[in-house]
C-alpha cells in the first residue's frame, strides 16, 4: 500500500524557517515526480514546488527564493526546506507522487495520483 507521511509543520513567525517532510513508502519512489502543494482555508489548493522524475525541480513564482525543495531517493523522502515565512504562507501543505505524469502537467494537483494526509504550517505574530 502507498502512503505519504509528511511531518514539520507547525506555529511559526513572520521570517522563521520551517524544514517539511514528506515520507514514501509501499514502493521505490525512485523516478516519481514527487512534489508539494498547499491550501488555504476558503482557497483552492496551489502547486507549490515540483520534482519532476528525479531530475530537475520547479517552484511557483509565490515561493522561489524561499523556498528549496529536496530529495533523497535512498530514504524515499522529500523536504521542503521554508524561509523568510510569511502569513501568506499558512495553509495545510500536502506531499503528491506520480510516476507518469508529463512535465507540463506537474502544476496540476489533479496530475497525481498519491497524497498524504497535508500538515498544517501557520505564520503568525
Known amino acids: 500500500q502507498v502512503q505519504l507521511v509528511e511531518s514539520g509543520g507547525g506555529l511559526v513567525q513572520p521570517g522563521d524557517s520551517l524544514r517539511l517532510s514528506c515520507s514514501a513508502s509501499?514502493?521505490?519512489?525512485?523516478?516519481?515526480?514527487m512534489a508539494w502543494f498547499r491550501q488555504a482555508p476558503g482557497k483552492e489548493r496551489e502547486f507549490v514546488s515540483a520534482?519532476?522524475?528525479?531530475?530537475?525541480?520547479y517552484y511557483a513564482d509565490a515561493v522561489k527564493g524561499r523556498f528549496t525543495m529536496s530529495r533523497d531517493s535512498a530514504k524515499n523522502t522529500v523536504y521542503l526546506q521554508m524561509n523568510s515565512l510569511t502569513p501568506e504562507d499558512t495553509a495545510v501543505y500536502y506531499c503528491?507522487?506520480?510516476?507518469?505524469?508529463?512535465?507540463?502537467?506537474?502544476?496540476?494537483?489533479?496530475?497525481?495520483?498519491?497524497w498524504g494526509q497535508g500538515t498544517q504550517v501557520t505564520v503568525s505574530s
Open positions: 520534482n519532476f522524475r528525479s531530475t530537475n525541480t
Open positions: 509501499g514502493r521505490s519512489f525512485r523516478g516519481y515526480t
Open positions: 503528491a507522487a506520480d510516476s507518469r505524469i508529463i512535465l507540463s502537467s506537474i502544476r496540476m494537483s489533479s496530475s497525481y495520483d498519491f
